[in-house]
C-alpha cells in the first residue's frame, strides 16, 4: 500500500467519523429528517451531475437498481435517519462507536447466515468487537445513557448491515457515481415523506447551523464518497475496508474536540478494543481471499 492510499484511507476514515459531529449540531437546532433529506436532494443532484460530466448514465443494470434502491432506504433513510434522530438524545461518540460496529455485524452475519469461511484472527477479532462495545455500552448504561436514543442506532446499524450483506457486488458494472447519487435521491425521497409526517418545521438559525449543514452535505456526504471510490480503484475493495478499524478513534476524537464531549477511561479502553477487533477481522479477510485467489483452480 503505497503513501498516496494511506493518505486517502486517512483522509475517508476523518470524514466518515466527523459526520456524526456535524449530525449532532445540526439536529441541536433544525428537525433531523426535514435537514437530513435536503441534504441528501442536494449531495445527490450534485452526485447526479458530476456523474454526468464524467458521461456516466442512469441506463443501470437490474442489480444496480437493486443496489440503489435498498441502500437510498436502508442506509440513507433507516440508518442516517435514525442516527439523526437519535442525536437528539445521545451523544455524538456513542453513535460513531455503535456505527462504526458494522464491519464486525457483517463479518459475523456472513458467518453464521452463509457459512462463509472466517480465519481463527476473524473470530479473536469478532469477540474483541463484542467486548470493547460491552465494556463501553456497561459505562454509559451507569450514566444513565437514553435508551432511546441508543435503540434507533442499534436499529440503524443492523439496516446498514443488511443492506450490506444484500448488495454485495450488486454495483459493479461502472456508472458507480451515478448509482451513489441516485441512492441519495432515493433517501431523500424516503425522508422526506416521514419528515412531513412527524415533524413540525422550526429552526433556530445560527453561522453553527449553517457550517454544519453545508459541510455534511459536501465533505462526509459528497467527497468522502468520491475519496473511498478512488481508493477502491486504487488498491481493492478488501484492502480498502481496513481503514474502518479507524473510525472509532476519530469519531470519539472529533466529537471530544469539537463539542467538548466527555472522553471516560471505558471509552478509551472500549475504543481501542474495538480498533483492534476490526483491524483483526479485516486482515483475517484480506488473507482468507488471498489464499482462496492462490489456490489451485
Given amino acids: 500500500m503505497d503513501t498516496r492510499a ?25 428537525p433531523p429528517l426535514t435537514a437530513l433529506s435536503i441534504r441528501f436532494l442536494i449531495s445527490g443532484l450534485l452526485g447526479v451531475l458530476i456523474a454526468r460530466m464524467l458521461r456516466q448514465s442512469w441506463k443501470l443494470t437490474p442489480a444496480q437498481w437493486q443496489a ?13 435517519g435514525l442516527n439523526f434522530v437519535a442525536m437528539q438524545t445521545i451523544e455524538a461518540s456513542l453513535a460513531a462507536i455503535i456505527a462504526s460496529t458494522m464491519p464486525l455485524l457483517v463479518a459475523l452475519a456472513g458467518w453464521i447466515l452463509f457459512g462463509e469461511r472466517v480465519a481463527p484472527l476473524g473470530i479473536i477479532g469478532l469477540i474483541a468487537g463484542v467486548v470493547g462495545v460491552a465494556v463501553i455500552m456497561g459505562a454509559r448504561l451507569q450514566g444513565g445513557v437514553d435508551m432511546y436514543g441508543l435503540g434507533l442506532c442499534v436499529i440503524g446499524v443492523i439496516a446498514l448491515t443488511f443492506a450490506t450483506l444484500a448488495v454485495r457486488g450488486a454495483t459493479s458494472g461502472g456508472n458507480f ?50 475519496v473511498w471510490f478512488l481508493l477502491v480503484q486504487r488498491i481493492g ?45 479485516q486482515l483475517s479477510k484480506q488473507r482468507v481471499n488471498s489464499n482462496a485467489s492462490n489456490s489451485p483452480k
Avoid: K
Wanted: glycine share 6%; charged share 5%; aromatic share 10%.
Fill in 6 to 30: 494511506i493518505t486517502m484511507g486517512l483522509a475517508f476514515a476523518v470524514m466518515w467519523s466527523s459526520a456524526f459531529t456535524s449530525a449532532r449540531i445540526i439536529v441541536a437546532s433544525a
Fill in 68 to 80: 440503489t434502491i435498498i441502500f437510498g432506504i436502508c442506509q440513507n433513510a433507516l440508518y442516517l
Fill in 177 to 226: 457515481l451515478m448509482v451513489v447519487g441516485l441512492q441519495m435521491l432515493v433517501g431523500s425521497a424516503v425522508l422526506s415523506v416521514a419528515a412531513l409526517a412527524t415533524e413540525t418545521i422550526e429552526v433556530t438559525w445560527s453561522w453553527q447551523l449553517v457550517a454544519a449543514f453545508a459541510y455534511t452535505t459536501l465533505i462526509p456526504g459528497l467527497a468522502a464518497t468520491l
Fill in 237 to 281: 475493495a478488501t484492502r480498502a475496508a481496513t481503514f474502518h478499524f479507524l473510525n472509532p478513534f476519530f469519531g470519539v476524537a472529533i466529537a471530544a474536540l469539537i463539542l467538548s464531549e466527555t472522553l471516560r477511561l471505558n471509552d478509551v479502553i472500549g475504543v481501542v478494543v474495538i480498533m483492534a477487533g476490526i483491524l483483526a477481522v
